[in-house]
């Protein structure tokens, strides 16, 4: 065994594929980049999500107590990439990288139109937001392309790296 720096753990851990984060707070939608998440719950569906303070998205969150986690595949990586590059203070993002936002059925943010999977998600607990910017989500409405039938999904393994979802196998289980 060899020391790995710790900078470096994260690398090891991603937790899934990388998803866009959804926010509209006073008339004004926008996303970002976001692969700091987990599955909490399967019924009703719950996660837990990271949004570091420093995002413009956090304090819109935080106040509307709603999102929508969009999940991209990987023809939509440059616009995802830059989209993570780009602050939603500065620029309107779905504007500015030519993503398309929809109205949702139950939240005030939007779906994202080129994404074969919209989760519409409520703050289901504020107990970690303060120490840990750890989010708690119900997802209250679930929505999928069914002209991405099989999409490839991506994950960050750092400093511009990624890898591409791959062959899909099956092993006997209990879960369905």
């Known amino acids: 065994m060899k020391t790995l720096p710790l900078g470096k753990v994260y690398q090891l851990l991603e937790p899934g594929p990388v998803v866009l984060l959804t926010t509209a707070r006073k008339g004004r939608a926008n996303v970002m980049t976001m ?6 719950e399967f019924e009703p569906p719950q996660l837990a999500c990271v949004v570091s303070g420093a995002n413009h998205s956090f304090a819109a969150l935080r106040a509307t107590g709603e999102c ?22 500065d620029i309107d993002k779905f504007a500015a990288f030519g993503l398309t ?7 005030g943010a939007p779906l994202i139109a080129e994404c074969f999977a919209n989760l519409e998600c409520k703050v289901a607990d504020t107990g970690q937001i303060n120490k840990y910017n750890l989010f708690y989500l119900e997802v209250v409405k679930a929505w999928t392309d069914p002209a991405q039938p099989h999409p490839k999904t991506v994950h960050h393994h750092g400093y511009g790296k990624f890898v591409v979802d791959g062959t899909t196998v099956t092993v006997k289980s209990r879960m369905r």
């Open 68 to 89: 929508v986690i969009a999940i991209p595949a990987r023809k939509l990586l440059p616009k995802v990439v830059k989209v993570g590059n780009t602050s939603g203070r």
């Open 35 to 40: 692969s700091w998440h987990m599955m909490i």
């Open 101 to 107: 936002p929809v109205p949702a059925a139950q939240v």
